[in-house]
């Protein structure tokens, strides 16, 4: 939690890089509200505040990482580039 003052409070998610995720505008919301967002989005909320962090929440994202979409071959005429044999690596 980062607190910036006179900015509008947001939830900002992260992946494990770092990279931002979503942005999710808090200040609509109650406090209640905010507790239930906080937990459909899969946080793990301690019994006490020394109380450890179960190992599977530790480092485990609020959402599954983003998939990429499969690699698309380019719409220009490209050559392929020669196959080699399993044996064969053609950078040797």
């Known amino acids: 939690m980062k607190h ?3 900015a509008d409070p947001e939830l ?3 992946s494990h890089r770092y990279e931002e995720l979503e942005r999710i505008p808090l200040s609509d919301m109650t406090r209640e509200e905010i507790n239930q967002l906080v937990q ?4 793990y909320r301690k019994e006490m505040p020394n109380a450890p962090v179960p190992e599977e ?5 609020a ?7 499969p690699h698309q071959a380019p ?5 392929t580039p020669p196959k080699h044999d399993k044996e ?3 950078d040797l």
């Not at 459909?40 to 946080?43: K, P, R």
């Not at 719409?75 to 050559?79: E, F, M």
Request: proline share 17%; no cysteine; hydrophobic share 45%.
């Open 57 to 61: 929440f530790q480092f485990a994202p």
């Open 75 to 79: 719409a220009t005429d490209v050559k």
């Open 4 to 6: 910036l003052a006179g």
């Open 88 to 90: 064969e690596h053609p």
């Open 12 to 14: 900002v998610l992260l």
């Open 63 to 69: 959402r599954p990482l983003p998939t990429l979409p």
């Open 40 to 43: 459909e989005l899969g946080f």
